[in-house]
């Protein structure tokens, strides 16, 4: 199992990124998948899953409204688009698989197993 996260970078407030996650060795038609973030200092927080069969996802309220978390089966590969940056969203952003193979939504950084390498979102004017 490999999740190859990019699209990071450095940005102004009020910008906007899109990262992707290329997911191999098993199927997002088979489990859903999580975005988390990690800020310097903090604990790796949840921001936006989807469930295997449910194509709208759960947000997080710090990100819900700005962000918005969309699925190419085809491509095996999940996006996220993140609006309305602000400098508090700077962290390191993870795509993770879920331990279980469900239609549920799998909540909670403990629920995933695998998981990419990061990205760094940098938001500062």
């Known amino acids: 199992v490999q999740l190859q996260a990019s699209g990071g970078g450095s940005v102004q407030p009020g910008g906007s990124l899109r990262l992707s996650c290329t997911a191999s060795g098993f199927s997002l038609g088979n489990y859903g998948i999580g975005w988390f973030r990690q800020a310097p200092g903090q604990e790796r927080e949840e921001i936006a899953i989807?469930?295997?069969?449910?194509?709208?996802?759960v947000y997080a309220d710090s990100v819900k409204g700005r962000f918005f978390m969309s699925r190419d089966r085809a491509k095996n590969t999940v996006y996220l688009q993140m609006n309305t940056l602000k400098p508090e969203d700077t962290a390191v952003y993870y795509c993770a698989k879920p331990r279980r193979a469900w239609g549920g939504f799998s909540r909670g950084v403990a629920e995933y197993d695998d998981w990419g390498q990061g990205t760094l979102v940098t938001v500062s004017s």
């Open positions: 989807m469930a295997r069969n449910n194509g709208n996802p």
